[in-house]
């Protein structure tokens, strides 16, 4: 078992049909997190490991205002063990990718303990920042009807942070802070350069609205 094209294909083959319904976690967020994967990892990481934990770690994806959300890593873990029996991993692989699987959800809050483990989360969280961070979090902000900001107090100087009702709340609440949370030292790098454009977005935005960039949001 290795990390081949093929076995990347087979993978994505099987996962496709169920990732088309969330569009901030869809076959291309896989990818994603699978390139991230890759350049966070280090030639003792067990490829083929982290190959099926960044294709089948949403293999459940439940909607972040689901009361159940914090079970839909555990769930994707065991509805994975069949398939990677089928795909010929082996029991120590398979138990790895299970526990890769579990331990990736923010709100799971099961600590990683392997390398690969590790690695998927810092991967799966990177999808959160940058670019595609900002994409991702207005696209999943709009789909479940959240205003873009509070007009009278855009960055919630003068009441509590509320990012069910505001987009722009999130990134205070969690994305601004994720840098200090990875575990991997490829992990931290890349969430620096990414936290960079994100900042800059939100001091231009901030300019557009007529508003100042408070500097509490640029130290997190």
């Known amino acids: 078992m290795d990390g081949s094209a093929d076995l990347r294909a087979r993978l994505r083959a099987i996962v496709a049909q169920r990732m088309e319904t969330d569009p901030a976690h869809d076959l291309a967020h896989l990818d994603r997190v699978w390139v991230n994967a890759q ?33 839909a890593s555990r769930q994707s873990a065991q509805e994975s063990e069949p398939i990677l029996v089928k795909l010929g991993y082996g029991g120590d692989q398979i138990r790895a990718i299970l526990h890769a699987i579990e331990a990736h959800s923010f709100s799971a809050n099961i600590t990683p303990v392997s390398p690969e483990a590790c690695i998927l989360r810092d991967a799966d969280r990177l999808d959160a920042l940058g670019a595609i961070g900002i994409a991702r979090n207005f696209s999943v902000s709009g789909a479940l009807g959240r205003a873009l900001y509070d007009p009278a107090d855009p960055f919630a100087a003068n009441r509590s942070l509320d990012d069910l009702t505001y987009s722009l709340d999130h990134w205070k609440v969690k994305l601004l802070g994720l840098p200090g949370d990875m575990l991997t030292e490829g992990g931290k790098a890349l969430a620096r350069q990414r936290i960079e454009l994100m900042i800059r977005f939100l001091e231009d935005f901030a300019q557009e609205i007529g508003q100042s960039l408070p500097t509490s949001w640029t130290n997190s």
């Open 39 to 71: 350049a966070i990892s280090d030639d003792q990481t067990d490829m083929p490991v982290l190959l099926a934990a960044s294709y089948l770690h949403d293999l459940v994806n439940l909607s972040k205002d689901d009361p159940d959300r914090h079970l």
